[in-house]
């Protein structure tokens, strides 16, 4: 595996529409891997492959709802993902994102969201979210349509060592 170089902003790359994934092939799964280990070498709970220089409808995320540092995260592939319900309820948090390292914003996003998708061998998958995994999600998504936080947000900032703590990018 390997860890492949991050995108940064203003890459106009990060802008274009990603394009749907049609074969679920080796080249996938490998490219999938090395999106999970480009993630963790960040550090980051969410990658979308436009980040990672490759123009497909993918997504990785790796996280844990639990504060146990010995808890086990969960994995996520989502291949053409796609947000059919939002709550009305939102909440507005802190973001971070490995395409603009040192900046943090406040978003708002939707509480809860579930998400249509494939999983990484094309089977159909749906996922309910809450809370900061449904943050994670719609972040995640907006990617593949070219959308940057910073588009959403009510103020974006060099956060404090403290502030950065917060954020899981």
Not at 43 to 61: D, F, K, M, T
Not at 142 to 151: E, P, W
């Amino acid at each position: 595996m390997a860890i492949l170089d991050i995108v940064t902003f203003p890459d106009p790359f990060l802008r274009l529409k990603a394009k749907q994934v049609t074969k679920f092939d080796t080249e996938l799964q490998t490219l999938i891997e090395n999106m999970f280990e480009t993630m963790r070498a960040a550090p980051g709970v969410g990658l979308a492959a436009p980040q990672i220089g490759e123009s497909v409808r993918l997504v990785v995320v790796e996280y844990t709802e639990d504060e146990d540092e010995n808890a086990k995260p969960k994995k996520y592939v989502l291949v053409n993902p796609e947000i059919v319900k939002r709550s009305e309820e939102t909440i507005t948090d802190l973001e971070g994102c490995l395409s603009l390292p040192g900046l943090a914003g406040t978003v708002e996003r939707h509480q809860s969201v579930t998400v249509k998708a494939k999983n990484r061998f094309g089977k159909p998958i749906k996922i309910e979210a809450e809370e900061w995994l449904a943050r994670i999600f719609q972040h995640e998504i907006d990617h593949l349509d070219g959308v940057l936080y910073i588009d959403r947000a009510e103020e974006v900032f060099e956060p404090t060592p403290e502030e950065a703590e917060q954020i899981k990018d």
